[in-house]
């Protein structure tokens, strides 16, 4: 008999694994601050005007997938327990291309370069955190404004010309991990475009287009900081403490009971 509780004591004691929590205290703070790297990957939505059929020498347009790069700052405030708002701003380095192909073979490409300005300001809905780990979702709107605007821009004949400012609706998944000093999080996000870029000029570029409006898939990298007070390091120092003190209580408890 007491060497079966001996026996299922010490499977106990071994299942038993202590996981320190990084950050335990993370939510405390009302205001956190970070910053992110991203690849966005994104193109223009073409939808053809009527002259598409009859004016246009052009058999297809479309725009295909060019991948870019966005950097930028994290504002991310506390509001309750599975919600935060949350505030990026960014600068990204975008190329766009409409592409013309032709009867016989032949195509074309405008491409536009630009460097954009980006104001989203998003609601993040989180799970329950388990030890270092929690999932989240996100969604709200952004401002775009293009910042590099040329102000006498040369209209040629075939020059494709659009517009400067879009708001477009994003939505996206991420998974947050916490380490001792700092936040990681890795996320997955969707925007689309709800204003039309296409400016109606009189060339040939754009006779066959009625709207121009962006999609684009975005890959994340967030990393949040949590500055350490002295207050926060005591604290921080006592709970370890009592972790591990509650931890050895509890072995030498399982000994005196044997």
């Known amino acids: 008999m007491a060497r079966s509780t001996i026996s299922a004591s010490t499977q106990a004691q071994s299942s038993y694994k202590y996981v320190r929590k990084h950050l335990e205290r993370y939510d405390d703070k009302t205001i956190h601050y970070g ?47 599975h919600f935060d708002l949350r505030l990026t701003p960014s600068v990204s380095l975008l190329s766009r291309e409409v592409q013309y192909d032709y009867p016989g073979g032949t195509s074309r490409t405008e491409v536009r370069e630009s460097t954009w300005i980006d104001l989203p300001l998003l609601v993040k809905y989180k799970s329950e955190r388990r030890n270092n780990n929690r999932m989240y979702l996100l969604a709200g709107g952004a401002f775009s404004i293009e910042s590099n605007v040329r102000k006498k821009e040369t209209q040629g004949v075939n020059k494709l010309s659009t517009g400067t400012m879009d708001f477009a609706v994003e939505y996206g998944i991420g998974f947050e991990q916490f380490f001792e000093y700092f936040k990681f999080a890795p996320e ?3 925007s689309h475009g709800l204003v039309n870029l296409y400016r109606p000029t009189n060339n040939v570029a754009g006779i066959g287009i009625n709207r121009l409006t962006t999609h684009s898939v975005t890959l994340y990298l967030n990393f949040e900081y949590v500055g350490q007070s002295p207050f926060f390091v005591r604290d921080r120092v006592f709970y370890h403490f009592a972790d591990c003190s509650l931890f050895h209580f509890e072995k030498f408890q399982q000994r005196f009971v044997l």
């Open 188 to 190: 997955l996000r969707f």
């Open 35 to 81: 910053f992110f790297f991203a690849v966005p990957v994104t193109r223009f939505s073409v939808t053809y005007s009527p002259a598409f059929l009859t004016a246009d020498s052009a058999s297809r347009i479309y725009s295909p997938n060019k991948p870019a790069f966005r950097v930028g700052f994290v504002v991310n405030t506390f509001l309750s327990k």
